[in-house]
């Protein structure tokens, strides 16, 4: 094992665009040693070369292919600080017209199962860092509280496959941080942002705005909040 750094090592997954590619460029502009997850070589490769970031070729819904991205970052630094969990996939079905389970299948195994897929293989190197964070992006159409609050835009909308993924993605963020106190353990809702992955519904803010929360959870101290949701304003209700 050759450890080549003794900065914060960080890896983002999902990150050659969008949220997860400013992530990574303001958290390489923190410091950190930024290891860019990316299913496509082509895209992962360009981006890092054009960020100053390290890229892992990582599929969040393939085994082999996590661990062959946890076993490169250990023999490459040692540990891992900080792991982003930002890879998913939108279902755009409004409403109950067009829902199957074969598109439930394929979010929830991306937006779910890919989280623990890829936190589980994290873990022993999590563990060899003094303070090791992880942050679930997530969405507010997961929160039970802003669905049901006519005050939140989110509350005008039924996207029942992806909402039901996002609130996965919160009891996964409570109930890690439960079992790894030790961990600061925190879910993210960084705000409907103008990227591809939104690209269906025009208005979205800069990923710049959106990823201040996602850096800002990322960057947490050994005091910092565990088990919590959080976005723009702080704190917001599961």
Known sequence: MTV?????VTLVT???KGIGRETARRLIKEGHT?????RSVERGQAAAAELGARFV???VTDDASVRAAMRLIEEREGR???LVNNAGIADHTLG???VTAESAHAVF???????????QAALPLLRASDNPVVVNVSSALGSFWAVTNPERRQSHYAFIVYGASKAAVSMLTVQYAKALPDFK????EPGFTATDFTADFPGGRPVEESAEVVVRMATLGKDGPTGTFQEDGGELPW
Do not use: K, Q
């Open 57 to 59: 070729r990582l599929d």
């Open 34 to 38: 930024v290891y860019i997850g990316a």
């Open 4 to 8: 080549t750094t003794d900065r914060t």
């Open 109 to 119: 195994e991306t937006n779910v199962v890919g989280v623990v897929r890829v936190t």
């Open 14 to 16: 999902g990150a050659n």
């Open 96 to 98: 109950a017209d067009g």
């Open 185 to 188: 353990i925190n879910a993210v």
């Open 80 to 82: 891992l600080d900080v």
